[in-house]
C-alpha cells in the first residue's frame, strides 16, 4: 500500500503539469520519504520480524537503522513544513506567492532532508547511539534490534517527532480558528443579502435567520474544517505517538516494554506512510482526477489538470451563434438608442470611417467634459464573428 501509493502520488505531479504547483512540491517530497520508508525500512524490518534474526550483516544493520531514522525523521518534519505552507497561504494569500517562492521551497525542502540526515547517519556512524550492552544473538545468530542510548533517544526524538509535533499542533489549531473566522465573516455578509432576496420575492416578512444557522452551507464547511484537521491531527498522533514514547521509556528501562510491543508499535509508525498519500493526496480533487487518469491510461490517451480545466471553459464559453445574436442585439440596441435619443453636443449619424461595410459612429462627445474623450461603437454589419466582435463583445 505504502508502494504503490507514493509512486502515484510522485508520478501524478511528474507527468500532470497542472500540480506541479508550489505547494505539491512539499507532497513530492514527503511522498518520496514515504517511499523509502517503504522500500528500504519496512522491507528489512518485514524480514528481521519474521525471520527472528538479522540476515544481512552487522554493517548493514547500522545502516538500515540509519535509514529508517532519516526516512521516519524526513517524513515527520515534510508533514511538519505542509502544515506550515499551508498556514502561510491561508493567512496572507496576497503575500503567499512573494514569501514561498519554488527556490524558498526547494530550499526548505533540502532543509528537511539534510536535518534528517544529520540525526541520523552521522550519530550512528559515530557510534554514539549504541547502548552499553551488546546486541542480543538468538540460537547463535546475530540479530539487529533498533536500541538506543538514553541521550541519543531523547535528542532524536525530540527533533524528529516531539517539536515538529507541537509546530504542527499549533499551525492546525490557528488554521482552523482562521477557517471558523472565514466563515462568520461569509456568513454575516450573504445572510442578510439572502434575507433580503427572500423578503422581496415572497412580499413579506423574512424569516428569522437563526432557524437555518445549522442548515446553511457555512455550518457544513464549518464542520467539514473541523473533520479534515481531526483526520489529518488524528492519523498523525495515533501512529507516532505510541512509538516515541515507548522509545524513551525503552531506552531508559528496557525490561519495562516487551518485545512484541515494541514491534507492534514500531510498525503502526511505519503505517504512517501508507496513510499520509490517502490523506494529503486522494482526499484532493484533483489528485483523484490525476489518479483515475494514470490508472485508466491508454495510449494515446492523456488529459491533465490544466487540460480538464480548459474543456470546461470551453463548455461554459457561449457559442457562436449566440455570441452572434448578441452581438446584433447590442448592435441594434445602439443605433436606436443614437437614432431616437442623441446627446447634447453630439455627432451621432456621422459616419466618421466606412471600411468593409462597418461604421463607426461618434458619440457622447462632449467639448465641454473634463477628459474630452471620444467614446466610439463599431457596428458591423456583416453576420461573420472575427477577433474584433468577439473582443467588443
Partial sequence: MSIAGNVLVCVAIYTDRGLRSIGNLFLASLAIADLFVAALVMSFAAFNDLLGYWMFGPQLCDTWIAFDVMCSTASILNLCAISLDRYIHIKDPLRYGRWVTRRIAMASIGCVWIMAGLISFLPISLGVHRPDEPQPVVDGKPT????????????????????PCVVMLGIYCRLYCYAQKHVKNIRAVTRPLAAQAANSKVGGPALPLHLHAHSSPYHVSDHKAAITVGVIMGVFLVCWVPFFVINIVAAYCKDCIPSSAFKVLTWLGYSNSAFNPVIYSIFNKEFRYAFRRILTARCGGYESVSTRAGAYLDRKRPTPSKMASSASIQSNNKLSFAAVTPPRGSAVGLCANKHNGSCTHLRDYTPRSSLGSIRQTRVNSSEKLDGEEVSAI
Fill in 144 to 163: 539487529c534490534a533498533v536500541e538506543f542510548a538514553p541521550t541519543y533517544a531523547v535528542v532524536s526524538s525530540c527533533i524528529s517527532f516531539y517539536v
